[in-house]
């Protein structure tokens, strides 16, 4: 980040770095520095700056005590409150930030706050402005004058924890925009297995869990996709997602791979086109690991290949380019449907219009060797990573 820079997104990213200081520092200046924060990253449409600072589209869950959202403390009748935010040992949830936001944390006169009404509270109070507005003034002038002016320290304890929240989370896509490319797995519900009951596993074993990779934009490049995959040999009659890429504001271009009973079904999206392929999953597969890939070159080529052989073919018919978005593996963009499979190895690769392959993100259980490859979209015979 520039030294007094003016840009827009260094401006932004201030924000979160003046917030973390006043943590860290000054914590009664929080009063001012999370409001504001709060405001600009999730509340001035249509254009929040979270989408920016969260440019990989990341699912970034809030951990709490598991008794978060009850008002566990009263200071006097008709006025309670809760005091258990942060995630304390093995016993914790896991919420998105919507949810976090709209959670009730404060009742006064049986006048009800959610944790973002609570931070408005502050902030039309001296935070960001004097005094509420009219039509605010009643909600918020009740919060000032039994809570925020007679019990600072409760106030400022509160505001402690929505921040210590608030700052593990944004550390993470912080880390991102500055360069970070490893795969991550922070929600701590929805973390593959590497070991179970005391033994380490043969690959990494993914039920209901995930692990999410940045994936930076490169313009005119196409993207390559390599797996050690292996199957469980059971039924399955819903989608078995194995990996999405793309971004769930952006569909000019999406890759699926996912699983319905006996086929691997390869669905990639580009913006005028969209390409299903499927191919049967053999017996052998169940029982060992086989090695996947999946090509699309910057003209729209398409090849699915197994175990080094070319499976099938196609064309999108137009020329495609890397997006901003992230590759998650285990799930489908929205954390929402799953798939149980297990991996040793999976890469990701740009493709330049010479059939130069480079590599942009690696995860492995065992030691790579990674080099540039250059793998022409005819070749039938096909090198993996």
Known sequence: MKKNSLSRNDRGVKHFLYLKKDFENDVERLSISLPLFVRI???????????EINRFDFIRLAALDHEFGNLDKE????????????????????????????????????HTYNVQEFILGVAYNGGLHMLPEKHKKEKYGLLYNSL??????????????????LIEIFDEFYSLLVGN??????????????????????????????????????????IRFCLELKFLQISINENNVIFEYGHQDNKKFRVQLFQVNTFLILKI??????????????????????????SIYPSGKIVFAINGLTK???????????????????????????GEFYVK?????????VNEMRVLNAYSLRLLKLKPQNIDYRLIKREFI
């Not at 925020?148 to 929240?165: D, G």
């Not at 593996?329 to 929402?336: F, V």
Request: charged share 30%.
């Open 345 to 353: 190895t999976i890469t990701v690769q740009s493709i330049d219009r």
């Open 41 to 51: 990253m999730f509340l001035d449409e249509p254009n929040t700056w979270v989408k």
């Open 148 to 165: 925020l002016e007679p019990y600072p320290e409760s106030v400022i304890e509160i505001i402690i924890q929505i921040t210590k929240i």
């Open 181 to 222: 490319n490893d795969g991550h797995s922070s929600n701590q519900n929805f973390k593959p297995l590497i070991a179970k009951d005391g033994k380490i596993l043969e690959g990494i074993y993914f039920s209901k869990s995930y692990i999410q990779f940045p994936i930076r934009a490169k313009k005119n490049m196409g």
């Open 269 to 294: 999206i580009s913006p005028n086109n969209s390409k299903t392929i499927k191919t049967i999953i053999d017996d052998q597969h169940h029982d060992k690991f086989a090695e996947i890939e999946i």
């Open 312 to 338: 099938h073919t196609d064309d999108l018919e137009e020329n495609v380019e890397i997006i901003d978005g992230k590759l998650i593996l285990g799930s489908n963009l929205t954390g929402t449907s799953f």
């Open 75 to 110: 200071i006097r009748n008709n006025f309670k409150y809760c005091s258990k935010f942060d995630k304390s040992g093995k016993q914790f949830k896991e919420i998105d930030l919507d949810s976090f936001f709209r959670t009730i944390i404060a009742e006064i006169d049986n």
